[in-house]
Nanobody, 124 residues
Framework: QVQLVESGGGLVQAGGSLRLSCAAS????????MGWFRQAPGQEREFVAA????????NYADSVKGRSTISRDNAKNSVYLQMNSLKPEDTAVYYC?????????????????WGQGTQVAVSS
């Protein structure tokens, strides 16, 4: 049974930082590209960042580019999202997702497995 478990969310002031983690189990982690998505209240789930299975290819949404860094540790079956200079508009539930294959996909529908999400709230 595949499980993706996110952690690291919380309440932070604008300008602050958070590091989200996602621990994967039940899959061969280094065969999967990994992504982070987010969903704000009343909004559709949107792409944030993705990393290929080797870590050699990375994509970011324009909204977080320059403020966020995605990374992975295949030895620990984990993917991370470091977010800096947080803004109130970053407030959302953040989801980790896994996609079998090479690429760092930006497309929500291409992902096979999803975590339950972790809440990030940024106060102004």
């Amino acid at each position: 049974q595949v499980q993706l478990v996110e952690s690291g969310g919380g309440l932070v002031q604008a300008g602050g930082s958070l590091r989200l983690s996602c621990a994967a189990s039940g899959l061969i982690f280094n065969l999967y590209g990994m992504g982070w998505f987010r969903q704000a209240p009343g909004q559709e789930r949107e792409f944030v960042a993705a990393i290929s299975r080797s870590g050699g290819s990375i994509n970011y949404a324009d909204s977080v580019k320059g403020r966020s860094t995605i990374s992975r540790d295949n030895a620990k079956n984990s993917v991370y999202l470091q977010m800096n200079s947080l803004k109130p508009e970053d407030t959302a539930v953040y989801y980790c997702a896994a996609r079998l294959g090479v690429v760092a996909s930006t497309t929500l529908q291409q992902y096979d497995y999803w975590g339950q999400g972790t809440q990030v709230a940024v106060s102004s």
